[in-house]
C-alpha cells in the first residue's frame, strides 16, 4: 500500500531565505510523485511532478524537487522564497497498480515571515 | 480553458441531515475523482470514475454516502444522513492523462 509523509506540518521562513519541505513515501513497485500547493481556500494546484527520466524537476515559480529512489524521498526545496509562496504544500504519490489514484501526505504549511 | 468547477462553495447543515454536491468537470476529461479532506489531515480518494463506470470506491462510506456520475459529464456526491464526522472540504478532480488531476476548489461542509 501507498504511503506519503510529510515530516514538519508547520514551516515557518524569512522572506528570501532558502526552504526545504520533506516528503518520504513508501511503495513497493515504481512511483510517481508530486507535489501540489493550495493557497487559502482553493483547491490545489500541481506545483511539479516526476514520472520518469531526470530525477530533478523544476516549476515554473522557482521551486524544484529531487527524487531519491534510495531514500524514498522527494524533497521540496527553494533558494529564495517569497511571502506569496505562503500556502499548505501536499506531496503525493500514485504508481500504475493505483489506477492513477493519489495518495496524499497530511501536508506542510509554509508561511513566509516579512 | 474552463477548470472544474463545483458548488456549493460552503454548506452547513444539521447532522443527520442530507447534502449534495455537485461537479462539472473540465470538458473531455474521462477520469474523474472525488476526495475528502478533513482539517489538518490530506485529501483522501472517496470514488474514482472513468467515463460513467466506477473504477475504485473502496473508500466510500456506503451506508451513507453516494455518488453518481451520468452520461459520462457531471457528477454528484450525496451524504445521508451525515454525521458530524463528515465535516470536510469535498474536492473534485478530473483527468484526461494520467497522473495529471485538476482538482476544482471544493465545497466545505460544516455539520453542527
Known amino acids: 500500500a501507498q504511503s506519503v509523509t510529510q515530516l514538519d506540518s508547520q514551516v515557518p521562513v524569512f522572506e528570501e531565505a532558502p ?43 522557482g521551486f524544484e524537487a529531487e527524487f531519491n529512489k534510495s531514500q524514498t524521498s522527494f524533497h521540496l526545496r527553494k533558494p529564495s522564497v517569497h511571502i506569496s509562496d505562503t500556502a499548505e504544500y501536499f506531496c503525493a504519490v500514485s504508481d500504475s497498480n493505483t489506477g492513477n489514484q493519489f495518495y496524499f501526505g497530511t501536508g506542510t504549511s509554509l508561511t513566509v515571515i516579512p | 480553458e474552463a477548470g472544474v468547477a463545483q458548488s456549493p462553495r460552503y454548506k452547513i447543515i444539521e447532522k443527520r441531515q442530507s447534502v449534495a454536491f455537485w461537479c462539472n468537470p473540465i470538458s473531455g476529461h474521462a477520469t474523474l475523482y472525488w476526495y475528502q479532506q478533513i482539517l489538518g489531515q490530506g485529501p483522501k480518494l472517496l470514488i474514482q470514475f472513468q467515463n460513467n463506470g466506477v473504477v475504485d470506491d473502496s473508500q466510500l462510506p456506503k451506508d451513507r454516502f453516494s455518488a453518481e456520475r451520468l452520461k459520462g ?8 444522513p451525515a454525521k458530524l464526522e463528515d465535516s470536510a472540504v469535498y474536492l473534485c478532480a478530473s483527468s484526461l492523462v494520467p497522473y495529471e488531476a485538476f482538482f476544482g476548489q471544493g465545497t466545505r461542509l460544516t455539520v453542527v
Open chain 1, 19 to 61: 526552504v526545504e519541505l520533506r516528503c518520504n513515501y513508501s511503495s513497493s513497485v515504481s512511483v510517481y510523485l508530486f507535489w501540489y500547493v493550495q493557497y487559502p481556500n482553493q483547491g490545489l494546484q500541481l506545483l511539479l511532478k516526476y514520472l520518469s527520466g531526470s530525477t530533478l524537476v523544476k516549476s515554473i515559480n
Open chain 2, 73 to 80: 459529464v457531471d457528477s454528484t456526491l450525496k451524504i445521508q
